[in-house]
């Protein structure tokens, strides 16, 4: 069980923002400047009328961030190690150089001022190289929609067929690093590839590139998605479903020369689909493609929340009603319970109780499952501080699977000593 359970943390991909003991991070010296060119020193705690970057968790720093005050008339920083929990547009994105007790490491930070003054990151002019504009794309393939013997030489060279299949062999789009995370999967479970249903991988490709390989999205069998560095789908677009068979869909997207290709609902049949279009041209098409339809809500699903009580048999379009009346940009997404309502927000408000005509309901936000987004882009952590980890990990599992045996009437006896022999090991 010991060896199973540390498969889980093996892999420089296992590193995660709790492994980072944040109050051990050093900033190197010079990477962090102030407005007059200056080093930013590093502080070890966010105090009114001070200067310094302070290094926090998201959960330390949030009401400092919340406040959106300025306590300082000269630079202080806070940076955000691991998921921050703030709106993306407002968070200022760098990765700056740390020592980890003996481990240098670079990692992503989110950066929020909280003086008057703002900082920048150190760079030498002369040593400034341009940097390609790129996009990662996801591009997945579908067997019903392939023929037979294009898709038994798809499953073994899928980046080269794919590629022929939606490009042809004279395209000038290529990919600028070496395509990952292949995967063939049956009914959305992991198969072998003489089972599978779909081939899926993911690549990066010049920005120049993009809106033709989007275009081409949903021809030959291959749909191409937009992916952001965190690995979620990109909230740039927009799409237009529609229950079309593929031929209907074909004179719809026919109809609209501004169409970014057609996509495919991954756990929809394949009248499924919908035409994607930039955010711009979303409502125009819409119009066209469904005119008896209302346009829905473009709010951008940033945050979740629940609202609870609401009074009971209340609609969405009740709740959206409520929701605007309050100003908030937000939409609601489904029903929970009979009183309670899932919804979706731009960006994250500060209101934890709100009235609902004369009653008052609880503003509840969720917290998201899994933040993909890597935290250490560069370096290995301690080899000892993972290991304790591991066999921390493996100590707490194992002593609450024989304290649950135990209530039911087992006697295990290896209990102590398997423990000891887990603490020696720590301990070597």
């Known amino acids: 069980m010991q060896k199973k359970l540390e498969g889980k943390f093996s892999g420089p991909d296992r590193i995660s923002a709790e492994d980072i003991r944040v ?120 067997k019903e929609e392939i023929e037979t013997d294009l898709w038994n030489r798809l499953i073994h060279s ?114 499924n689909r919908g035409v994607r279009f930039e955010k711009n041209d979303f409502a125009g098409a819409f119009n066209l493609l469904r005119p008896d339809d209302s346009l829905p809500n473009l709010v951008a699903a940033n945050f979740h929340f629940k609202v609870q009580p609401v009074p009971g048999g209340s609609t969405a379009e009740q709740v959206q009603a409520w929701i605007t009346a309050r100003g908030w940009d937000a939409k609601p997404v489904k029903a929970l319970t009979g009183n309670a309502w899932l919804c979706a927000s731009e960006n994250r408000f500060s209101e934890t109780f709100a009235q609902w005509n004369d009653k008052s309901v609880l503003i509840k936000w969720i917290e998201p499952k899994e933040n993909r987004a890597p935290v250490v882009l560069a370096g290995e952590m301690p080899k000892k501080l993972i290991r304790t980890l591991q066999c921390l990990w493996v100590v707490l599992i194992c002593r609450t699977t024989m304290t649950i045996l135990g209530r039911i009437g087992l006697q295990i006896r290896a209990e102590q000593d398997f423990s000891l022999l887990l603490i020696q090991d720590l301990l070597c």
């Open 158 to 271: 899928p980046v080269r067929v794919m590629s022929q299949l939606l490009f042809g062999d004279q395209s000038d789009v290529s990919f600028l690093t070496p395509p990952w995370g292949r995967s063939f999967q049956m009914d959305g479970k992991k198969a072998d590839p003489e089972h599978a249903t779909t081939v899926q991988f993911h690549g990066r490709i010049a920005k120049e590139h993009l809106r033709r390989v989007l275009r081409a999205s949903g021809t030959s069998g291959i749909y191409t998605t937009p992916k952001g560095e965190d690995r979620k789908i990109s909230g740039d677009f927009r799409i237009v479903w529609l229950q079309q068979s593929p031929v209907e869909i074909t004179i719809s997207v026919s109809k609209c020369s501004n169409h970014l290709g057609i996509v495919r609902s991954a756990r929809g049949s394949l009248h």
């Open 23 to 142: 109050d051990a991070l050093v900033l190197q010296s010079g990477c962090v400047r102030n407005a007059d060119g200056t080093e930013c020193l590093q502080a070890m705690k966010v105090s009114p009328n001070s200067s310094g970057i302070v290094m926090m968790r998201y959960s330390d720093a949030k009401p400092w961030i919340v406040a959106q005050e300025v306590i300082s008339q000269d630079e202080l920083v806070v940076a955000v190690v691991g998921p921050c929990g703030e709106n993306s547009g407002t968070c200022q994105k760098a990765q700056i150089p740390v020592m980890h007790g003996d481990d240098p490491l670079i990692i992503q930070v989110c950066l929020h001022n909280l003086g008057a003054k703002c900082v920048t990151l150190q760079y030498d002019e002369h040593d400034m190289i341009p940097e390609i504009e790129s996009q990662v794309i996801c591009m997945t393939a579908y």
